[in-house]
């Protein structure tokens, strides 16, 4: 009866097929940012988000446009790659290291929003929408963009898996193979800032980046292999982003922290019965004889990526 209703809802609709889409997508660049120690990469952009959301009221008051939260995704998405860029840019160049960039992107990312929107003649309470997430700011354009943004970001962390995989878990390794790091290093950066601008308008700027990497967190426990995490993060961000809008439909809750909370919640479950689930999935090792005598073990869990 409840789901009849949340689909006879155009709004649910768009923010149903949006959810999706971030679930699907949100832990595929998460899988990267978690093998490359990266993490906290998607709070970063996210936070210089914000200062992209209150460019583009700040472009559309200048433009004369009413509707000024139609230009805050744009703009949040161009400012998220820039950050991205810059993130890379100040790793790579040895003029900070990765901590001390993502904690200038921190300060200055919160610090821009909330001078840009005054500015723009908004108050900081127009960015709770953004900070949180909200269902009733999902509109068309949202909807139309998240379906494009989300079908790059899972092409390219679905078919350039393999050099993105040799990337992440050994990039000297990549590099001495003849891959181009630096391009594949900044396409993980630049799809990372496409999936917080994509992600925003459902779990918030400041949430976003548990939907990249708590789903991965609950499938590292179970999982033996690089492929089989990301795929088990996936169905793990769309049954939790979709159960939790769902539970916000009918409790006025906020979408963003409620599906947090699942997932923060099945990842302690998970942990607390892991030993009986690893019994349950483990696979058995296959013994080879040793060149010199005796037996070596052969564990699947890098062999499939």
Do not use: C
Request: no cysteine; hydrophobic share 55%.
């Amino acid at each position: 009866m409840i789901i009849a209703e949340m689909l006879q809802s155009t709004l649910m609709q768009r923010a149903l097929i949006v959810a999706f889409l971030v679930g699907l997508s949100a832990p595929v660049v998460g899988t990267y940012l978690v093998q490359r120690r990266l993490t906290l990469l998607g709070d970063g952009i996210g936070h210089v988000a914000l200062t992209g959301v209150a460019l583009g009221w700040l472009a559309a008051s200048a433009a004369g446009v009413a509707d000024r939260d139609a230009w805050a995704v744009p703009g949040a998405i161009v400012v998220s790659v820039l950050g991205a860029l810059l993130i890379e840019w100040m790793r790579t160049h040895g003029h900070a290291s990765g901590d001390v960039a993502l904690a200038i992107l921190f300060y200055g990312g919160i610090a821009g929003g909330v001078l840009l929107i005054g500015i723009a003649g908004g108050t900081t309470s127009n960015l709770n929408a953004y900070l949180f997430g909200s269902i009733s700011t999902v509109t068309r354009m949202d909807t139309i963009l998240t379906v494009v943004l989300a079908a790059f970001i899972l092409a390219i962390g679905l078919g350039l898996r393999p050099a993105l995989f040799a990337l992440s878990y050994d990039e000297e390794f990549a590099r001495a193979s003849g891959l181009p790091t630096q391009l594949l290093s900044v396409l993980i950066s630049v799809t990372a800032a496409l999936t917080v601008a994509v992600a925003m308008r459902i779990v918030g700027a400041l949430l976003v980046s548990a939907l990249m990497i708590v789903p991965v967190a609950i499938a590292q426990t179970v999982t033996r292999s690089f492929k089989t995490t990301m795929h088990a993060a996936m169905v793990i961000g769309v049954v939790t982003a979709l159960t939790g809008l769902t539970i916000t439909y009918i409790k006025p809750w906020s979408p963003g922290a409620t599906i947090v909370v699942l997932m923060v919640t099945i990842y302690g479950l998970v942990a607390l019965l892991r030993p009986l689930l690893l019994r349950l999935t483990s696979r058995p090792r296959h013994y080879h004889p040793h060149p010199n005598g005796g037996s070596s073990t052969v564990d699947s869990r890098h062999s499939d990526f």
